[in-house]
């Protein structure tokens, strides 16, 4: 449980720091010092009562988590961990140090985002699942990007989006390659699982293991960072606050640094034999390459910068020598350069603080001004040009000589990175506090607190350069046992994995949805279809009210009503699936899966609604009914087994959600969208008509199984049936809102009311994609697929391009969200074209999640709309996390999910779908999915900008509505889709058991 308590210390007295804010900043930074030096406590007890010389594990956890893909919490703590770990908690200590005056706005959420940021790191450095290890990467680079954005200098935002969008991109690289390793080792064992001792020693085809260390490699090379993948990190050591850049560069970049190590080489030994020429040039590139630039540089900060880039270079070096002087010296290194970095950062921050600038033209003389901060300066800058008695000479030293072994040219041009170093570090001196004064400065000089934290840093750096011989040891076990190219096995018994068979999938769908033989019979067929029934006589009572009084509460009270009532009636269908009803629907448990979905999500927009529409003068209820009728259409839509009943579905939910999108009549854009719509709906079920004739024409039936026998028996070849199986795909193209067919959608999500724009996003979508998973899951054994693979296979690659790159344009926010639903459809669409299980229960749970995520968003938009207008735009939105951060937490959760960051449901969704891509071999499906989530972030983060920013006024007024009923039914509703979006983040496992259950037997 050491473990657990590194990472959970952190993540809980960040929330506890953020929380005594309220009461005094003080308090935030005490709680935060607390909250580490328990963690340096723990971390420290290991070191002390640990016997390394044995080579084992020093501490380990080991839980199940998600046993449907094989992944659990495996943690587990050798000498090479425990020393990043103690780096971690002695930059992170002395970074609260340094801060404590810097820091004077938010100091709780700065505190917060800081200890979550060091939460990551830690797991990073001990977790050995590599689903979970891929979660904490991400999870740390969150926080991270609100350190800068938010506290950061001039341009901080630019450099905040600039390093978000490397790191994400680079990590779902690295995202892909692990999907494809976690394949092919399944394959070849018959064990999925991301267990990390279990994949050593994996073999790889030709080629593909190289292609696979690429992936992850691209991941720790960005974070290093080698050269040419460094261009985000002057820019975001330049604007970030001194605190964000003693994390950034004393521990961040190691974790680059940590993976190639950990996992890179271990896992692709050969590969990384054939890639170590090419490694190890770049790494001697870097080190010349960021002396030079560092020489070049009047901005103080910048210049440190540069240096990082240099002395990473000699790490880069060290890892692909790969022998023992070598690793010895890249721990070295990595721990050299965090502490002599970061000092040199704190000097940096210290003097903007003092003189507000870091132009080293503008300094001069400051020696005799502040002769404490000159002498710490000259200390770690002497440090930082590899002196002997400092770290820095005994790992440039071991490197060196290690890596003089293996490649003795590179070795001796990397030496030429040393002279450079001597004379960027002497021209700090000598520009900053040497020489005549530019300036007449008077500061002060280091206080008591700033002087305790450097002294720390200097009895660090001189111990471990005189006297290294601890680390050396303590690093030694891990070292030899990852050059052999083996780890010593947890004591926990090894796990079996996942193993996915079609016998498992049956076995747990009768689990879920035991079937019932029974004599065929009206009350059989009624009970059945109670959920639709009691969902329709929802409908007709909420019109009787209606014509009786009109009364908005009663009338959303009956909506709820009937809603819940709904979703309490599946429990009695549940026994009699499946069961077919007169050809036309079929309830199994993949319809009454989705019939619960559907109806949740309603039950959402209703709540919302109930808040939204009490803003409107005139006739309200009638929305209730609306929207009752087009949750009946969209759930029958999921029931279909028959083109007759999918049509008049299809019309129940057409014609009602045209008056939904009209329903505000007194916005001319309201009713434009409800007029497109209309018009644009008609067209569609035209095409949709002429197929379903051109169907009946070829296989004498509108049932889907009569066209799946038809095809099955070789008729891929037959023209007309192709153009009707054509028709039908522009049909559903429409509804779902494919490019090309995507014409209407952001000018009816712009102009519709915010919970109508909610339904047609969710509902509307969902309903039909049920029946497109319908249709075409019997079809994947018949050789028609490849035709409509490749329809379906352009509609995707068209929709993701086009939404994301559209999205990029708008400052409308509701514009933004739906070219957003258009990639996100395409995304869907990957898993849709997966073979095998995996296929539909991905893309189910994918729309799950994208529903939770759509409603969540929309229900932020509609709590902070008005009467006039919709509250769409960007700017309506800027600092909203200080007016009301309750709201801002919400929205930033759902953007961030829909963007795919771990602990959330988007994140979970996407990886089931890069899963079921990667298993198929779609890779170029997979490979345009990873590019457009990484577009994806760009738009995302604009609103989270926008939200983060100052406030520019203060008026009461941008409170919002008061507290009544609506509004307390809306927020009760967005807390309950937060704790859904955190739940299937963190614990996916139950729902992926009930989806897989329910798409088993499709």
Known sequence: MTILWLILIPLVGGAAAWVAALWSARASRFVSLAALACDAVLALGVWFGADTAQGRWLVEFRHAWIPQIGTQFIFAMDGLSLLMILLTVFLGIVSVMISWTEVRERVGFFHFNLLWVLAGIVGVFTALDLFLFYCFWELMLIPMYFLIAIWGHENRIYAAIKFFLFTQLSGLLMLLAILAFYFIHGQATGRYTFDYAQWLGTSFPSGVGLLLMLGFLAAFAVKLPAVPFHTWLPDAHTEAPTAGSVVLAGLLLKTGAYGMIRFAIPLFPEAAMDFA????????????????????QTDLKRLVAYTSVSHMGFVLLGVFAWNELALQGVVMQMLAHGIA?????????????????????????????????????????????????????????????????????????????????????????????????????KFRDLGVREMTAMGALIVAIVWIGIYPQPVLDTARPALDALRLEQVVPLTAAQPVGSTISEDSWTRDFRLYFPARVLRPSLSADLLALLPAIVLSCAAVLAMLLIA??????????????????????????LPLAPRAIASLLVVDGFALFYFVLIALAALAVALF??????????????????????????????????????????????????????????????????????????????????????????????????????????ASGDLLLLGGLGMIVVGFGFKLALVPFHMWTADVYEGAPAPATAFIATVSKGGAFAVLLRVFARLS????????????????????????????????????????SIAHLGYLLVAFLASGPLGPMAATYYLAAYFITTLGAFGVVGVLSSAERDADLIEDYRGLAWRRPWLATVFIAMLFSLAGIPLTAGFVGKFIVLSAGVQSSLWMLAFVLVVNSAIGLYYYLRVVVAMVAPPETADPSDAGPGPHMGTLLGGLSLAVLTLLLVWFGVYPEPLLSLIRAAVALL
């Open 341 to 441: 970095t970061g000092a040199l950062f704190i000097v940096a921050g210290a003097l903007q603080e003092r003189i507000h600038t870091r132009d080293l033209s503008r300094m001069g003389g400051l020696w005799s001004v502040a002769p404490r901060l000159g002498g710490v300066a000259m200390v770690f800058a002497l440090a930082s040009l590899g002196l002997p008695g400092f770290g820095n000479f005994v790992a440039e030293f071991l490197t060196l000589l290690g890596s003089w072994r293996v490649a003795p040219v590179l070795t001796v041009l990397a030496t030429t990175g040393l002279i450079a170093s001597a004379v960027y570090s002497l021209r700090i001196m000598q520009r900053a506090f040497h020489g005549p004064a530019t300036s007449e400065f």
């Open 548 to 573: 009786w009084r009109r009364n908005h509460a009663a009338t959303v009270f009956l909506t709820t009503a009937g809603l819940a009532l709904s979703i309490a009636a599946v429990p009695v269908a």
């Open 781 to 820: 054994d018949a050789p028609l697929p490849g035709t409509l693979f490749t329809i379906f296979a352009c509609i995707a690659v068209a929709s993701m391009f086009l939404g994301n790159l559209l999205a990029l344009r708008q400052t409308n926010v509701k514009r933004l969200l739906a070219y957003s």
């Open 277 to 296: 020429p090419i490694a190890m040039t770049l790494g001697v590139i870097g080190i010349i390459y960021g002396a030079v630039l560092a020489f070049a």
């Open 609 to 714: 609604s109930s808040g939204y529409l009490c803003r409107f003068a005139g006739r309200r209820e009638e929305f209730y009914v609306l929207l009752l009728l087009a949750t009946v259409g969209a759930a029958l839509l999921a029931a279909s087994d028959h083109f007759v009943s999918f049509f008049v579905a299809l019309e129940i939910l057409t014609v009602s959600l045209y008056g939904l999108l009209a329903f505000a009549r007194d916005r001319d854009r309201s009713i434009e969208a409800g007029l497109k719509y209309l018009i644009l709906a008609a067209v569609s079920t035209g095409f949709l008509l002429f197929g379903m004739a051109l169907v009946y024409l070829r296989t004498g039936s509108l049932g889907f199984p009569a066209l799946a026998n038809h095809i099955a028996q070789g």
